[in-house]
């Protein structure tokens, strides 16, 4: 007989709620690169997102019990939103001067064309993302990989909705233009492109990758 991976999710679930030290371990092994990868969107210092692993773990493995199965893949998905959670306390306990609200921030930021990705590796667009503001970057996440209304955000952040819309607004200009001094350093300047950061910015999409 063999086995499905939504058998076996069930089978490390009925573990894990049972508390098994076997389980968690398991559990660890599998999700743990793709949940660091999660909290490296929001948090961009090692040593804090450490912090914000360990703290979303512990949360993991202590309200598992409340977890119940909805098919395959929500576990991953369940625990995911617990280290956005997290990563996104840990951002507003700190207060950084990046999470104050884009009025109170200098303005003058030229419009940006969106430039063309497709020859950008994804992960190198991940880390670029990394690399914006703090503020900028938590906006963006959540609505491109969480699929936040604008209001959604504010109210997570602690922000009006308007600094939502305009950090968004920044956040993609500022990542088009780390996008095109990728390009100038790396990329074949005969290679034509037609997919753009409109086209990944669309929560949809890049959800998805």
């Keep these: 007989m063999r086995f499905t991976i939504g058998d076996r999710e069930k089978q490390l679930i009925k ?5 098994e030290r076997t389980a968690m371990k398991e559990f660890y092994s599998l999700y743990a690169g793709y949940l660091s990868a999660v909290g490296s969107r929001y948090i961009s210092d090692d040593n804090d997102l450490k912090d914000v692993l360990q703290d979303s ?21 369940w ?13 507003r306990q700190r207060r950084h001067d990046d999470l104050l609200p884009a009025e109170n921030m200098a303005v ?7 430039p063309p990705i497709d020859d950008i590796p994804p992960e190198v667009i991940h880390q670029l993302v990394r690399e914006l503001p703090e503020g900028y970057r938590a906006v963006f996440n959540l609505y491109v990989f969480e699929q ?38 790396h990329a074949d300047p005969l290679s034509p492109s037609e997919y753009t950061l409109h086209t990944i910015t669309q929560p949809s999409t890049l959800s998805k990758q």
């Design 15 to 19: 573990h894990l709620h049972s508390g």
């Design 57 to 77: 773990f512990l949360k993991i493995f202590t309200h598992i019990g409340d977890f119940h199965y909805q098919g395959q893949g929500s576990l991953k998905a």
């Design 79 to 91: 625990a995911a939103r617990i280290v956005v959670n997290v990563a996104i306390t840990f951002l």
């Design 108 to 114: 003058g930021e030229m419009e940006t064309d969106d």
């Design 148 to 185: 936040k209304s604008h209001r959604e955000i504010a109210q997570i952040l602690g922000i009006k909705q308007d600094s939502s819309a305009s950090q968004l607004h920044r956040a993609k200009n500022l990542l088009a233009r780390k996008i095109e001094q990728y390009r100038a350093e």
